[in-house]
């Protein structure tokens, strides 16, 4: 029989759940989420700035992943990692 291991979680995984548990309305649930998908989308955009400044990203390859099935690429990729 296994036994069940106790959640740890991170400093900041506790900070957000904190900061979770204030949430009152629906109004506020979606400021939060649209505050966080901001951040992330602020992050990508500066990191593939980055990817084109350095000549790894270009309106090539930009084209040849727009008609990729991206789904299924990552489902590759993972299987991958997990073989490895």
Not at 30 to 55: C, F, P, Q, T, V
Request: charged residues 30%; hydrophobic residues 40%.
């Amino acid at each position: 029989m296994t036994t069940a291991q106790p959640t740890v979680f991170t400093p900041a995984q506790l900070y957000l759940l904190e900061v979770f548990s204030e949430i009152k309305s629906e109004a506020e649930l979606l400021d939060i989420k649209k505050l966080i998908s901001d951040y992330y989308a602020k992050r990508m955009n500066a990191h593939l700035n980055k990817l084109w400044d350095e000549g790894v990203l270009d309106q090539k390859r930009l084209d040849e992943i727009n008609e990729m099935d991206l789904h299924a690429w990552l489902r590759e990729q993972k299987a991958v990692e997990q073989s490895v």
